[in-house]
């Protein structure tokens, strides 16, 4: 199975700041890489897929970048409603897809 | 808008069989290109994915679950189902269903409409 790694598992930033969220993949994935964000109580909402194609109706200060092994997740000019958790997920695999264990994103 | 809901009981005792069902509504589950998934979430901690049907039938599966674990689809009345035989505790979570898609040259997209999800206690 392929395994994801995020760091960090929280991060603590304002409003305003730009924060990077990281994904490693245990093997090669090429772009096959989704971010998600959920909020408490909510189901995931999908932000970016294909490592950097931002979803319809995101907003554009989310951005992602990487591929093969090693991706990110940026978010810029955090707004309060940012403050929540988020998921990298790889769908490469054609029978097994998995998640990262989330990173939680506090206000400072 | 494709809308997904999850039913089905909210308490099962361990050893027996939890059954999910997933009702699709503005959109056909037999429509070709999508596959339908089931994720899980214990309470507190991250996502597990359990395994996709797609519109033939076909189906893949979390190894780990994939011994006791049979997903289906009843194009008849728009919906998928999630059977998971002898559970415990630790299959207490809440369950959502999920659509994904793909095109002809084989290129996924990850899931993008979800239900709203159904918590499921595994409890005596």
């Known amino acids: 199975d392929i395994q994801m790694t995020q760091s960090p598992s929280t991060l603590s930033a304002a409003v305003g700041d730009r924060v990077t969220i990281t994904c490693r993949a245990s093997?090669?994935?090429?772009?096959?890489l989704a971010w998600y964000q959920q909020k408490p109580g909510k189901a995931p909402n999908l932000l970016i897929y294909k490592a950097s194609s931002l979803e319809s109706g995101v907003p554009s200060r989310f951005s992602g970048s990487g591929s093969g092994t090693e991706f990110t997740l940026t978010i810029n000019s955090l707004q309060p409603d940012d403050f929540t958790t988020y998921y990298c997920?790889?769908?490469?695999?054609?029978?097994?897809?998995?998640f990262g264990q989330g990173t939680k994103l506090e206000i400072k | 808008q494709v809308q997904l809901q999850e039913s089905g009981p909210g308490l099962v005792k361990p050893s027996q069989t939890l059954s999910l069902t997933c009702n699709v509504s503005g959109g056909s589950i037999s429509s070709p290109y999508y596959y339908w998934s089931w994720i899980r979430q214990p309470a507190g901690k991250g996502l597990e994915w359990i395994g996709r049907?797609?519109?033939?039938?076909?189906?893949n599966y979390n190894p780990s679950l994939k011994s006791r674990l049979t997903i289906s689809m009843d194009t008849s009345k728009n919906q998928f189902s999630l059977k998971l035989s002898s559970v415990t505790a630790a299959d207490t979570a809440v369950y959502y269903c999920a659509r994904g898609a793909y095109d002809r040259s084989g290129n996924y997209r990850p899931p993008d409409y979800w239900g709203q999800g159904t918590l499921v206690t595994v409890s005596s």
């Open positions: 049907i797609y519109t033939s039938g076909s189906t």
């Open positions: 093997q090669y994935i090429d772009s096959w």
């Open positions: 997920q790889q769908y490469n695999s054609y029978d097994m897809y998995t």
